[in-house]
Structures are given as C-alpha cells and as structure tokens.
C-alpha cells in the first residue's frame, strides 16, 4: 500500500489524490457579482449541503495551487455576501465546464458559456436559466483554512429562495432524481453522470476558449446543436484557419461527398456526429467549409 505524508509531497500532486479518492463531489455552479453589478459564473466540486433547518450550502473556492491567488467568485462572495448556487446536470455539463475557464476579469463568463442569465427575486446575482435547480442565498460567514496555495475557504451560505423546474418534478412534485440527470466530479477530466456512469470532460484550465458567443449564428440557431454541443464548439482556443480547412476537405472523401450534397441537414448532422466522437476540431472544419 503506497502510504503519504501530506506535508511531503507537492500541493498539485497532493490534490490530485485527494480529488480522486474523495468523489464523486456534486457541483455548484456559483454565480456572483461584484461592487459594480458584473455577473460572475464559475463551477466548484468542493460543496455539499450541511442543514436543512436552516437550509445551509458550503461551498469551497480554493486558493490556486500554481500562484496562491484567489478567484473573482470568492472575492466577490466577499464584499456582497450573495451568490447563486445553480445545479449542473448533464444538459449543461459542457457549458459548465467552459465557465470554468480563466478569462480576464470583467468578461461574462454566462456570454461566454452561452447561459441565460435570469434576473434572483431576493439576492442580486443572476441566476442561470438552464439550471434545473437554482438556489438563491445570502453569505452568513467565509472561513479561510490556509493562506498557501491549495487552501480552501469555505463559503457558508444560506438559502433564502429556491427555484426548481417543473420538467424535473415527479407526481408528488418532488424532485425525480432520473429527469434531474445530475452529474458530479472525480478526479483529472473525469465526471459521473447518476443516470449513466463515468465520462470525460476536457477541463479548460491552459487555453481560453472562444466562447460560445463567438460561435457563428447559423450553427448556433441551426436546431442541430444543443448545449452541450456548443459547449465544446466554444472550448476551442483559434477557430481553423481556410487553409487548415481546404486541407481537411481535400483530404477527406466522406466530407467531400456531404459537401456536394449541398444539403444543410446533412452537413449539420455530420458535425453533430463528429461532437457525439469528441472530434470538435472536425466539426468546426466541416461546418465552415464551403461546397
């Protein structure tokens, strides 16, 4: 049995063991703002509810082991003391997962991911409209349980509205945990989803992804696409040049033939089997790619 010392080994490594024997760890999609009104989202595996009467949500926005800084969602938790927990569920796992990228401060991470935001009836951050489950609370206390990089802080809320879906409710209008399909986190890329199992989700930690607001509109209002879909179609760091893309057309017979179809509905579903494979860079290819 491999047996470890905490304080011997580096702090990545050290995560690494802690996120993959500790799971799997549900979600909360935090959404905040800051003293001057912009809109924060950003998604967090360290959370879990820990009384229901009151009602109370920790979650935990750790410091960055790299660089020992700090996240705008704790910073901002911090001079409001209001956040939106939102539930991630498979629908928009993928979409979470782009909010988690580390754009610069001031850029909308809901514009980026491609969520709506949904104005709170008692707190001021927005809620994200495709959530099926959206907690509105208010911050009763932050504990800070290190100051080096790694160390969590844990952001102890209390829920003050809940918002749930009708579409997930059972007869008895409670919550039915198969139309709820929710998903949790594990370790490196990988996630469960409770209705499925384990699958992968590739986390945009080194690059910045495009966002799904700059994903043209003719693939976004297509019909073909759902978020997931565009979740991935924005997780790409430069979208493929002509060049890349005549490359790609000329090298492929399949592509060819759906090209001189000249049939939208082929090409869009061809695109879409290639984002089912994972193949993004493909699909972008082909759907740029003129006949």
């Avoid at 929710?182 to 495009?210: D, M, Q």
């Amino acid at each position: 049995m491999l047996s470890i010392n905490p304080k011997e080994i580096a702090p990545a490594k050290l995560q690494g063991y802690l996120q993959s024997a500790v799971a799997p760890r549900p979600i909360a999609f935090a959404s905040t703002i800051d003293e001057n009104g912009n809109p924060n989202l950003s998604p967090f595996s360290f959370f879990n509810v820990f009384s229901s009467n009151p009602p109370i949500l920790i979650f935990s926005p750790a410091r960055r082991v790299r660089d020992n800084t700090i996240k705008h969602t704790l910073i901002n938790a911090d001079s409001t003391r209001e956040v939106v927990i939102n539930i991630v569920n498979y629908d928009i796992v993928q979409q979470a997962s782009l909010s988690s990228t580390e754009y610069p401060d001031g850029v909308n991470e809901f514009e980026k991911a491609g969520f709506t935001m949904l104005s709170s009836d008692i707190v001021k951050p927005f809620r994200v409209a495709e959530s099926p489950v959206q907690f509105e609370c208010k911050i009763n206390d932050i504990i800070a349980l290190g100051d080096q990089g790694g160390a969590g802080n844990l952001v102890i809320c209390e829920v003050v509205k809940i918002h749930i879906s009708e579409s997930i409710l059972d007869e008895n209008q409670m919550i039915d945990q198969h139309k709820i399909d929710l998903v949790s986190r594990l370790g490196g890329n990988w996630y469960s989803r409770a209705n499925a199992g384990l699958f992968e989700v590739e986390k945009p930690l080194t690059t910045l992804g495009i966002g799904v607001d700059n994903i043209p509109t003719f693939i976004k209002e297509s019909g073909y696409f759902n978020g997931n879909d565009l979740g991935k179609l924005g997780n790409i760091e430069n979208i493929p040049t002509e060049e890349e893309i005549t490359i790609f057309v000329n090298e492929n017979f399949e592509v060819k033939a759906v090209l001189s179809s000249d049939d939208l509905d082929t090409k869009f579903s061809k695109a879409k089997e290639y984002l089912d494979n994972n193949q993004v860079i493909n699909a972008w290819k082909l759907l740029l790619a003129e006949k």
